[in-house]
Every structure is written in structure tokens, then in C-alpha cells.
Nanobody, 122 residues
């Protein structure tokens, strides 16, 4: 049974920083594609970033401000979010698929999802 457990959301003022974590339980993450999606009220879900060995993707809206990383030894992925803007306000959800990101094209490719964590920037 694969479970993704998130932490690190919260409220911050514009220009501030937050760091999200997502731990995969029930399966090793070596070689997996792990990513973050976000969804704001009234908006479509957006792929923010994803990572697998040798592959990192960022959406244009967060490039240069957010950094995704992972620690396979502890099965945890991180999203360091700097220079936050009000438009970054959303529910952030981590996701995982046990193959590389080069084979992934969108949210339908991810079978495992976290519970979501709220990020509010004012």
C-alpha cells in the first residue's frame, strides 16, 4: 500500500519562503518520478515541478523561485518555495509514479497522490 504524506504548508507574506515535504511510504522511490501539482479555487490544476534521476521540470510560473529535490534514502521529496507571490496561493499536492519523468506527460500518468496542503500567500 503506497501512501504519500505531505507537510510544510502554511501562510506567508509575499516575498517569503516555505518548504514542502512529501514522504512516500510503502515503496522505494529510486527511479521514480515525483512531482508537485497545485490548484487554486476556480483554476485548473497546474503541474509545478517534478523530479526523477537526471530529469527536473518546472512550470514557467515558478522557474527560478522554486527548487525541487529528493532524498531517495528516506523516500522524501522537497519543494523549496522562495519569493512567494499571492498567485502562488493554492492547494499543493505531491504525486508519484514508479518510472522516470521522461515518460510522464501529465497528471493522468500519476497513480499516487498525497492529501494536499494549503499554501496561502498574502
Amino acid at each position: 500500500h503506497v501512501q504519500l504524506v505531505e507537510s510544510g504548508g502554511g501562510s506567508v507574506q509575499a516575498g517569503g519562503s516555505l518548504k514542502l515535504s512529501c514522504t512516500t511510504r510503502g515503496h522505494t522511490t529510486g527511479g521514480a518520478c515525483m512531482g508537485w501539482f497545485r490548484q487554486a479555487p476556480g483554476k485548473e490544476r497546474e503541474g509545478v515541478a517534478r523530479i526523477s534521476p537526471g530529469v527536473i521540470f518546472y512550470s514557467d510560473s515558478v522557474k527560478g523561485r522554486f527548487t525541487i529535490s529528493s532524498d531517495v534514502a528516506v523516500g522524501t521529496m522537497y519543494l523549496q518555495m522562495n519569493s512567494l507571490k499571492p498567485e502562488d496561493t493554492a492547494v499543493y499536492t505531491c504525486t508519484n509514479v514508479f518510472r522516470g519523468c521522461a515518460t510522464v506527460s501529465g497528471p493522468a500518468d500519476f497513480p499516487y497522490w498525497g492529501q494536499g496542503t494549503q499554501v496561502t500567500v498574502s
